[in-house]
């Protein structure tokens, strides 16, 4: 054992982070909205909804069924599981498109950990621990990938990456476009009996589900919610023009960075080339940080954009030498897909290709990497994200995550969080206990679960555009159901539900005021 890891010291480094992460972020920090967003919907499916049919989901609703599946070995431990499984899923997304890359173009295994790794530590940054579609989506499309790639001439593997595939696209809208991308890489590469293979496959698996939202009267609302607020638009303003913004507003950084590669590749060798750029790297990943605490904001202002599309541009041209280098092209796509997004719109989430290309582009075929470098190389990144997660997603800084919300909610046993956010899940417990039938408007998605509890209306993210046009339906069903509604004080809230939020607004302004206290309004039918 002592030999292999002497010869292979990142196949241990890549476990090895993967449990730092899970350890030193599994457990810090929680807020009201996105980190519980798709598990409160996995609640409600375990606990008998259907969706689209009992309540607006805009998105393919995948997601949610896979992340109640932790529900059926553990009530108490699913949102812990789920929380611990994205840094898995993360790890072993980053793992298996190395794997492709490295089998595809025929490289040195060598450096294989060496590329997992530094892809797996900048896709996961400091991005929240919560089940998420855009990970989902990246999780089962890579993985059906790696099934297609692996054995192409054996069609049950075929059916099974096919499979994956879609999974990967009921996952999120943004990721239908995967499975088409494979299908004209197949085609390109001449794979005939492939790519009939997985069109058929595609098709079936299709018409299956169709089939079962239509069995559960499901469909046509599907179809409806489905292209709700994901539009043509959304499309180009953020799989398009962010990208083109991303040149435009850091112009002059391009430039520098042009005639500093032409320099680097000019008069130094590939390897204190490529050990400076990811530097210089961690330094702008530092600023953007320093600048904006967390880099949920900061990965949208650019430098992610500029690389990906440096790394597409250099893999195009490869390709157009050697049709091998379509594979880069492939996965360089996925992360466009995965940028699609009308919140968190970067193809961050999956930066392996870009650090596959950055390695290519100044090494070559990756030999000439000293192991010296590649430690140093993730230490940096390791401590830059570290750095990054003093600050986890809407919380306050890591020193005042003091607060076990186990005492309270023993659902949330050891997540820690800030006092006031504390006081928040406290108050809410006080309520759960003297109010029955009750629903939490707008944005405690994780409310129900936490109380043991099933949300009367289904859903429990009630913004505008996540009630797909059905605000009349929504207002006739808090009324007919005669609820008593927990309702988040508003006016100091980072989100302005004046606008975003009209049921949460339609309750304040016409029900009745039972009580008021520090973090929620009681309100009545009147």
């Not at 961690?282 to 600023?287: D, E, G, N, Q, S």
């Not at 596959?356 to 100044?362: G, N, R, V």
């Not at 406290?426 to 994780?446: A, C, V």
Request: proline share 3%; hydrophobic share 45%; charged share 15%.
């Amino acid at each position: 054992m002592f030999t292999d890891i002497k010869n292979n010291p990142f196949k241990y480094i890549f476990i090895l982070v993967l449990i730092f992460y899970m350890v030193c972020y599994g457990l810090y920090g929680i807020e009201e909205g996105d980190m519980g967003s798709i598990f409160g919907i996995s609640w409600s499916i375990y606990n008998g909804y259907f969706p689209h049919r009992d309540f607006v989901y805009i998105k393919p609703a995948f997601s949610p069924f896979f992340h109640s599946l932790p529900l059926y070995i553990s009530e108490d431990y699913a949102y812990l599981i789920n929380r611990y499984f994205y840094f898995i899923q993360v790890f072993t997304y980053s793992y298996l498109s190395t794997l492709i890359v490295f089998n595809y173009l025929k490289l040195s295994k060598k450096h294989l950990f060496f590329i997992a790794t530094i892809g797996a530590i900048v896709s996961v940054h400091n991005y929240p621990p919560m089940p998420w579609n855009t990970v989902d989506g990246i999780f089962f499309s890579v993985v059906g990938l790696y099934f297609i790639i692996k054995n192409k001439e054996k069609w049950w593997s075929i059916s099974v990456g096919a499979l994956f595939l879609f999974l990967g696209a009921l996952c999120k809208q943004s990721f239908y476009f995967f499975p088409i991308i494979i299908a004209l890489f197949l085609i390109y590469h001449k794979q005939i009996r492939a790519f009939i293979i997985l069109a058929i496959s595609g098709i079936i698996y299709t018409l299956l589900y169709l089939l079962l939202f239509w069995w559960q009267g499901a469909l046509e609302p599907f179809i409806n919610q489905m292209f709700s607020f994901t539009t043509g638009s959304s499309l180009i303003g953020t799989g398009i023009k962010s990208y083109y913004l991303a040149v435009k507003f850091n112009l002059i950084a391009v430039i520098i960075a042009v005639l500093g590669v032409w320099f680097s590749k000019k008069y130094l060798k590939g390897h204190t080339s490529y050990f400076l750029a990811n530097i210089i790297i961690v330094i702008v990943f530092l600023w953007l940080y320093y600048k904006n605490q967390s880099l949920y904001y900061s990965a949208k202002y650019g430098i992610v954009h500029l690389l990906w599309l440096f790394g597409s541009l250099y893999v195009l041209i490869k390709s157009l030498k050697n049709s091998k280098y379509t594979i880069m092209v492939v996965l360089f796509s996925l992360a466009w897909c995965a940028s699609i997004s009308n919140g968190y719109n970067t193809p961050i989430d999956f930066s392996t290709p870009t650090v596959i290309t950055l390695a290519l582009f100044f090494l070559g075929e990756l030999r000439s990497i000293k192991q010296w470098s590649a430690l140093i190389i993730t230490t940096l990144y390791i401590g830059t994200f570290f750095y990054g997660y003093q600050y986890p997603y809407r919380e306050k800084h890591r020193s005042e995550l003091n607060y076990n919300l186990g005492e309270i909610f023993p659902r949330l046993k050891g997540i820690h969080t800030n006092k006031d956010r504390y006081d928040k899940f406290d108050e809410l417990k006080e309520l759960s206990s003297r109010y029955n039938n009750f629903t939490i408007l707008p944005s405690m998605t994780l409310g129900h679960y936490i109380t043991d509890t099933t949300n009367p209306i289904g859903v429990d993210w009630v913004f505008n555009h996540h009630l797909a046009d059905q605000l009349e339906d929504y207002k006739h069903m808090l009324n007919d159901k005669d609820l008593t509604i927990f309702l988040e004080n508003f006016e100091n809230h980072i989100d302005n539900y004046e606008e975003s939020s009209l049921l949460t607004m339609y309750v304040a302004k016409n029900w009745k005021l039972i009580e008021k206290k520090n973090h929620f309004r009681v309100y009545q039918k009147p």
